[in-house]
């Protein structure tokens, strides 16, 4: 499985079509067809059923498409995350908060901190408490 499969799955998922899918995608629908047929066989699960009218997500594909947006999501903040932190050197102090973590201390305190060590920057990382960003936590 890789990022090209899983943005072709939701593609066709929003369209509810092969052919929607790759006007979207600038692919022939053809080539959309094939990567969905190969995806469905590589992960041994039938993620549409298809119609004369169109296609639907089965119970596996809808339980799967959330997950994919999940992991697409989850990608791309990887990849913004590593190129930050490529751009960081060691002065950068990261602090996790979130809504059930208020940050208003951490203001309060910023800018006392700033007057003494002006060198030292301070990054806010926001995350939402939940389930599925466990792991990131």
Not at 46 to 74: N, P, W
Not at 96 to 111: E, H, R
């Amino acid at each position: 499985m890789n990022t090209v499969q899983l943005e072709t799955f939701i593609r066709v998922a929003e369209a509810g079509s092969f052919n929607k899918a790759a006007e979207q995608l600038y692919i022939t629908p053809p080539a959309v067809t094939k990567q969905i047929n190969l995806f469905e066989g590589e992960l041994g699960i039938q993620l549409f059923v298809r119609t004369h009218r169109g296609m639907m997500l089965t119970e596996a594909g809808k339980s799967f498409y959330r997950d994919a947006q999940y992991i697409l999501q989850y990608c791309s903040d990887s990849i913004e995350r590593a190129k930050k932190a490529m751009q960081d050197n060691g002065n950068v102090i990261r602090i996790g908060t979130s809504p059930m973590t208020p940050a208003q201390p951490l203001v309060y305190s910023w800018s006392k901190l700033q007057e003494k060590c002006p060198e030292i920057k301070f990054r806010l990382v926001p995350f939402v408490n939940a389930i599925e960003n466990a792991r990131e936590i």
